[in-house]
C-alpha cells in the first residue's frame, strides 16, 4: 500500500497507462519524506539536517537510452532509470548517496511489477441486460446480441428480447459454449455464418420464434451438435428450405419434428416427412446475350470438321452469314459468307465430310455452293431449276434409306414444291408436290399410322390457299404418296413439330386466329391447345435440354415463351421476348451452352443463353 501511495503521488495516470512516459522531476522528495513513507534510513549532513529542503534529491525519470551504472549515472531498472542528484553541499558527503541507490532499486521493482500487472486485459464483466453465474448466463430485454458475454460460460439463454435479426459471428469468442437457447423471442432472420466458431455447441434452440427461413448450411462447423430444437417457428416450406429438409435426412442430431406454415399445399405438413423429390427448385429462363446489327430471315445450324457453326439468311444485304464461336472471347464472330440478291433461305447439308449449302433467293435463282476446303472458301456448283422455284419460302433437309433429300416449299402461283435427291455428284428433281398452292412451309416429320406399324416418313406442306396437306413416304416406289390434310385449319402459315414422351405433337402457326398445338391420334392429328396470335408467322417448337419450349412471334406485341408441363400435357406461359418482327427462333449448342437464335424482319437479330437457376442454392 505504501508502494501504490508512493506511485500514485508520482504520477496517478501510469497505473493506468503503464506505456505512457513518466515526466522528468514530477516531484521533489526531502529525506525525511523518503524514510517517513519508505521506513529505511537515509545518510545526512549536519549540514543539511537544518535545512528545510536540504539532502539528497531523487527524480523517477524514463529514459530511452542505456548508461553504464556509476555513482553519477541513474539506476537503470526494468526500463526505468532513477536518477541520483546531488547538492553542492551534499557532494561532500561522499557514498551518502549509496543507500539512496538501494532505494531506488527496491522502488522501481515494485513499480514494474505493478505496472506489468496493469498491463493484464480485464476479464469481460456481465452485460447489463444479462445476469451471470460462473457458468451461465441469462439476457433479456436486450435490444441486440452483447459482445462482451463472460468467454467461459457453457449455458446461454435469450428470451424476451427485442432484437429480430441475428448477424454473423454473433458468438465469436465463446469457444466453451455448449448450451445456446435463444427462445420465445421475435427472430425473423439469421445469417449463414452467426454460429461461426461455436464447435463445443451441443444444445442449440431456436424455439417459438418468427422463423419462415433458415440460410443454408447454417449448421455447418457445429461438429459437436446433438440436439437442436426448431418448434414454434413459421417454416415456408419452399426451395430455400430444400437444403433443410436434405440436412434432415443425414444428420446424427436428434431434430424435434417441426411443421410447414405455407405454402398452402405442405401446411401443417411435417417437414422431418419431406424429401427433396417434393421440391422443383430448378428453373430456366433466355438472357438476352449478343445482339446482331442486321436483319434475317432463316437461321440453321450445323456441324462441320467438329465445329459448331450457325448461317443467317440476310433478305435485305442478300448474304448468307456464317458465324463461328470464339473460344477465348465467348461470343459469335464472322466465318464466312455467300453473296447472292434477295436470299431468304441458307440451308446447310453435310453429306459425309463435305458441306454444300442451298441458298435460295426471291431473284436471280437459287443455287447450290460446296465448301472448298483447299480454296477455304464457298464455290458454286449447281443452279436450281428456275421453272419450278420461282418463289422459294423454306427449305428442308432429310435423309430417308440413306439417301439424302431437300425440298423446296414454292409460294408463287406458277411455282412446285420440289422434292430433290443427291446422287453422288450433285441434286436432282425427285419429285414435284403440290402444284399452284403456294405453298408457305414444308416440315418433314416420322409418325406411325397405327401403334402396331413403325413410324414412316411423313411430309406436311402449308399452303395459304388450303389447309395443311400431310404427304407419306411410300417406300415400293420411292416416292411421297396418300395425301390427307388437317381438317379446320384453315389459313395456317408454318407446322414445326415435335415429341414428348414418345407422342408426336405439332404447333401450327395463324397470322389471323388462334394458332393451335395438336397431337397425333394414330390416324389424325387432334386440337389439344390454343394460343392467341395476331400477327403471328413462327410458332417454333425446341428443346433444350429435358425442357421442351414453344416460342410464338408475333409482328404486334411481345414475343411468348412456352414451356411444356409435363402434369397438364400442356404449354404454359414462361417469359416474353421483345423481339421484333421475328420470323424464326433456332437453338445453338455449343461447348455445353445453350443459345437461342431469334432473327427479325425488322430489328437487330438477337442471341438469348439459356440459363438453368437454381433456387435452392
Not at 539506476?75 to 543507500?99: I, K, L, T
Not at 430444400?242 to 405438413?269: F, Q
Not at 450457325?310 to 461470343?331: M, N, S, Y
Not at 421476348?577 to 449448342?589: D, I, K, Y
Request: net charge neutral.
Amino acid at each position: 500500500m505504501q508502494v501504490r501511495s508512493l506511485l500514485e503521488q508520482l504520477d496517478p495516470s501510469h497505473l493506468a497507462a503503464p506505456h505512457r512516459s513518466l515526466p522528468r522531476a514530477v516531484h521533489r522528495w526531502s529525506e525525511e519524506q523518503l524514510t517517513n513513507q519508505l521506513q529505511v534510513p537515509v545518510l545526512k549532513s549536519r549540514e543539511t539536517e537544518a535545512e528545510e529542503k536540504g539532502g539528497l534529491l531523487c527524480d523517477l525519470v524514463l529514459k530511452q537510452d542505456n548508461h553504464h551504472l556509476n555513482s553519477r549515472s541513474p539506476v537503470h531498472v526494468w526500463g526505468y532509470f532513477f536518477d541520483c542528484m546531488e547538492s553542492e553541499r551534499s557532494q561532500r558527503m561522499g557514498n551518502a548517496c549509496n543507500p539512496l541507490k538501494r532505494i531506488a532499486y527496491c522502488l522501481c521493482l515494485l513499480s514494474a511489477l505493478l505496472l506489468t500487472e496493469g498491463k493484464k486485459p480485464a476479464k469481460p464483466k456481465c452485460p447489463a441486460v444479462c445476469t451471470c453465474t460462473k457458468d451461465n448466463a441469462l439476457c433479456e430485454n436486450a435490444r441486440s446480441i452483447p459482445r462482451t458475454v463472460p468467454p467461459d460460460v457453457i449455458s446461454l439463454l435469450f428470451t424476451s428480447n427485442s432484437f429480430d435479426v441475428i448477424s454473423d459471428d454473433a458468438f465469436i469468442g465463446l469457444p466453451h459454449l455448449e448450451y445456446l437457447f435463444i427462445e420465445n423471442n421475435n427472430i425473423k432472420s439469421i445469417s449463414r455464418h452467426t454460429f461461426r466458431g461455436l464447435k463445443s455447441l451441443i444444445h442449440l434452440s431456436l424455439a417459438n420464434n418468427n422463423l419462415q427461413t433458415l440460410p443454408k448450411d447454417i449448421f455447418k462447423g457445429l461438429d459437436s451438435l446433438t440436439n437442436v430444437d426448431l418448434r414454434g417457428n413459421s417454416f415456408n416450406c419452399d426451395c430455400k428450405l430444400k437444403w433443410l429438409v436434405e440436412w434432415l435426412g443425414h444428420t446424427n442430431a436428434t431434430v424435434e419434428d417441426i411443421y410447414c406454415e405455407g405454402p398452402p399445399e405442405y401446411k401443417k405438413r411435417k417437414i422431418n416427412s419431406l424429401s427433396s423429390k417434393d421440391f422443383d427448385c430448378i428453373i430456366t429462363e433466355f438472357a438476352k446475350s449478343q445482339d446482331l446489327p442486321f436483319q434475317s430471315l432463316s437461321i440453321d445450324t450445323f456441324s462441320y470438321m467438329n465445329d459448331e457453326y450457325v448461317v443467317i439468311a440476310q433478305p435485305f444485304t442478300g448474304k448468307c452469314i456464317f458465324l463461328e464461336w470464339d473460344h477465348v472471347e465467348k461470343t459469335f464472330r464472322n466465318y464466312d459468307n455467300i453473296t447472292g440478291t434477295s436470299t431468304v433461305v441458307c440451308k446447310p447439308i453435310v453429306i459425309e465430310t463435305q458441306l454444300y449449302v442451298i441458298v435460295a433467293q426471291l431473284f436471280g435463282g437459287s443455287h447450290i455452293y460446296k465448301r472448298d476446303s483447299f480454296a477455304n472458301k464457298f464455290i458454286k456448283i449447281q443452279d436450281i431449276e428456275i421453272l419450278k422455284i420461282r418463289k422459294p419460302n423454306d427449305i428442308e433437309t432429310f435423309k430417308i434409306e440413306n439417301n439424302w433429300y431437300f425440298v423446296v416449299a414454292d409460294s408463287s402461283k406458277a411455282g412446285f414444291t420440289t422434292i430433290y435427291k443427291w446422287n453422288g455428284n450433285g441434286f436432282y428433281s425427285h419429285q414435284s408436290l403440290h402444284a399452284w398452292y403456294r405453298d408457305t412451309d414444308v416440315e418433314y416429320l416420322e409418325i406411325a399410322r397405327t401403334p402396331q406399324t413403325l413410324r414412316t416418313p411423313h411430309l406436311i406442306l402449308s399452303s395459304s390457299s388450303q389447309r395443311p396437306v400431310i404427304y407419306q413416304w411410300n417406300k415400293a416406289i420411292q416416292l411421297f404418296t396418300n395425301q390427307t390434310d388437317i381438317p379446320n385449319m384453315e389459313d395456317v402459315y408454318a407446322v414445326k413439330h415435335f415429341s414428348v414422351k414418345g407422342e408426336v405433337y405439332i404447333c401450327l402457326t395463324r397470322f389471323i386466329g388462334d394458332s393451335k398445338v395438336m397431337k397425333w391420334g394414330g390416324s389424325s392429328f387432334q386440337d389439344i391447345q390454343r394460343m392467341p396470335s395476331r400477327g403471328s408467322m413462327v410458332f417454333q417448337p425446341l428443346q433444350i435440354n429435358n425442357y421442351q419450349y414453344a416460342i410464338l412471334g408475333s409482328d404486334y406485341s411481345f414475343t411468348q415463351v412456352y414451356n411444356w408441363d409435363a402434369e397438364k400435357a400442356k404449354f404454359v406461359k414462361f417469359q416474353e421476348l421483345n423481339v421484333q418482327a421475328p420470323r424464326s427462333f433456332t437453338h445453338v449448342s455449343i461447348n455445353k451452352r445453350n443459345f437461342l437464335f431469334a432473327s427479325s424482319f425488322k430489328g437487330n437479330t438477337q442471341i438469348y443463353k439459356h440459363v438453368i437457376v437454381d433456387l435452392s442454392a
